[in-house]
């Protein structure tokens, strides 16, 4: 069912140091900051070959990254994309496994203008997944 690895987020606590960082010292193509009130979040992405690194910052009130960055002052890697064909179809599998939907358990439009959603960490080996209708 799930696809290619669209792309790995890491929390960082200061984006525009993150980004000389890759841009400068590891020569990776970064693109500009991006809003995402929706998520609450800014974020930045990474182009690799094959992947993304998406740089996330909290944006607002009650970021949902929040209380990761707190437990993780200096970042940490935050959860990793999958491409899924029919999101709906994924979801409705994944619960009927007994996997936990965050939020509304209805998709949001994610950073790349197609339909996201997360999975909790704690049913998916320790690691937050999103998934992404391509
Ligand atoms: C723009 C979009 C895009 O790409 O298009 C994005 O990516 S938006 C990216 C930002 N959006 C999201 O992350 C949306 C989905 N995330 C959420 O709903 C939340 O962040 C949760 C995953 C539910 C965690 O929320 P919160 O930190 O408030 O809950 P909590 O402190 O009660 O955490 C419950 C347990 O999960 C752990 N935990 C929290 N965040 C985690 C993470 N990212 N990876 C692994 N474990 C994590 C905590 O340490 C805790 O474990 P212990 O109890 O063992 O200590
Ligand atoms: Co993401």
């Not at 002052?73 to 007994?98: N, Q, T």
Request: hydrophobic residues 45%; negative net charge.
């Amino acid at each position: 069912m799930i696809g290619r690895l669209n792309h790995v987020a890491i929390a960082v606590p200061d984006l525009a140091a993150a980004a000389a960082q890759y841009r400068d010292t590891l020569g990776a193509k970064v693109g500009a900051p991006q809003d995402e009130p929706d998520h609450g979040v800014t974020v930045i992405f990474v182009e690799l070959p094959n992947t993304k690194i998406e740089f996330l910052h909290p944006l607002g009130e009650n970021s949902p990254i929040a209380g990761f960055l707190e437990k993780n002052p200096a970042g940490g890697i935050h959860h990793i994309c999958y491409e899924v064909e029919d999101i709906l179809a994924a979801r409705d599998r994944l619960k009927a496994a007994g996997a936990r939907v965050l939020g509304s358990g209805e998709p949001k439009i994610g950073a790349h203008g197609k339909p996201v959603l997360f999975l909790h960490p704690k049913d998916f080996n320790g690691c937050l997944v999103e998934l992404e209708q391509v």
